[in-house]
């Protein structure tokens, strides 16, 4: 069985933010409302220091603690790993976002748009897709790798078939595919580059790995 993953190289994370924007262009998220963050980190003693940048999104856990606190089952695991929320199940409690170790989650609590006085025919689309009063988080795409694996596409391979933040991203920082099989290149490159994830020690068992700069 696939399990699907992402890998992020932080030596060339630029820190643009275009994962954030096209995120939200191609989801329709408004304002406020962000399924990708980069963080902005400094590290070493001045004068000698540096900055750099860490992308951040829902870590889709093999053990996902969101999972065990919601209590609609509006949070659900796929078998290929992952990690959704069903709008039409979900009661807004926000357990989930109180239990995620990577605050990953989002509450739409009103409905906002950029174009509030003169309108927009695409926004006022996309916002219906999104249901106030309910959680928001990454998906992967999913939609688009479950759309392009009908048409015999493979995930992280054809654009057609990966998340939008990794085809998008200027400095190619991003890498998306099968962290079961081996020989795929993002088990190659955490093989290689020796990848991490955050906080390991709550034993969540995130789905995303990081590339250390050195």
């Given at each position: 069985?696939k399990?699907?993953?992402?890998?992020?190289?932080?030596?060339?994370c630029?820190?643009?933010?275009t994962c954030?924007?096209?995120?939200?262009?191609?989801?329709?998220?408004?304002?406020?409302i962000?399924?990708v963050?980069?963080m902005?980190?400094e590290m070493?003693?001045?004068?000698d220091?540096?900055?750099f940048?860490?992308?951040?999104?829902?870590?889709?856990?093999?053990e996902?603690?969101?999972?065990?606190?919601?209590?609609?089952?509006a949070?659900?695991?796929?078998?290929d790993g992952i990690v959704?929320v069903?709008?039409d199940e979900?009661?807004?409690?926000?357990y989930?976002a109180?239990v995620?170790p990577?605050q990953?989650?989002?509450?739409?609590?009103?409905?906002?748009r950029?174009?509030?006085e003169?309108g927009?025919?695409?926004?006022a689309k996309?916002?219906?897709?999104?249901q106030?009063?309910?959680m928001e988080?990454c998906?992967?795409?999913y939609?688009?790798?479950d759309?392009?694996l009908?048409k015999?596409?493979?995930?992280?391979k054809?654009?057609?078939a990966?998340?939008?933040c990794?085809?998008?991203c200027i400095?190619?920082?991003l890498?998306f595919?099968?962290l079961s099989?081996?020989?795929?290149?993002v088990?190659?490159?955490?093989m290689?580059r020796?990848?991490?994830?955050?906080?390991e020690?709550v034993g969540?068992?995130?789905s995303?790995?990081f590339l250390?700069r050195?």
């Amino acid at each position: 069985m696939k399990r699907y993953g992402m890998v992020i190289d932080l030596k060339k994370c630029l820190g643009c933010q275009t994962c954030t924007i096209s995120c939200k262009l191609l989801h329709g998220l408004g304002p406020g409302i962000v399924r990708v963050r980069v963080m902005e980190e400094e590290m070493g003693r001045f004068p000698d220091v540096e900055r750099f940048y860490i992308p951040v999104r829902c870590m889709h856990c093999d053990e996902p603690e969101c999972l065990k606190a919601c209590p609609t089952g509006a949070t659900k695991k796929r078998p290929d790993g992952i990690v959704t929320v069903d709008q039409d199940e979900c009661m807004g409690c926000r357990y989930c976002a109180v239990v995620c170790p990577y605050q990953a989650r989002t509450f739409l609590a009103v409905e906002k748009r950029y174009f509030p006085e003169n309108g927009n025919i695409w926004e006022a689309k996309r916002c219906d897709e999104h249901q106030t009063g309910t959680m928001e988080k990454c998906d992967f795409c999913y939609k688009r790798i479950d759309d392009g694996l009908k048409k015999g596409l493979e995930p992280g391979k054809d654009p057609e078939a990966t998340p939008m933040c990794v085809i998008s991203c200027i400095g190619k920082a991003l890498y998306f595919g099968d962290l079961s099989d081996p020989g795929s290149r993002v088990s190659g490159l955490i093989m290689q580059r020796k990848g991490f994830r955050l906080k390991e020690e709550v034993g969540t068992e995130p789905s995303i790995y990081f590339l250390p700069r050195r």
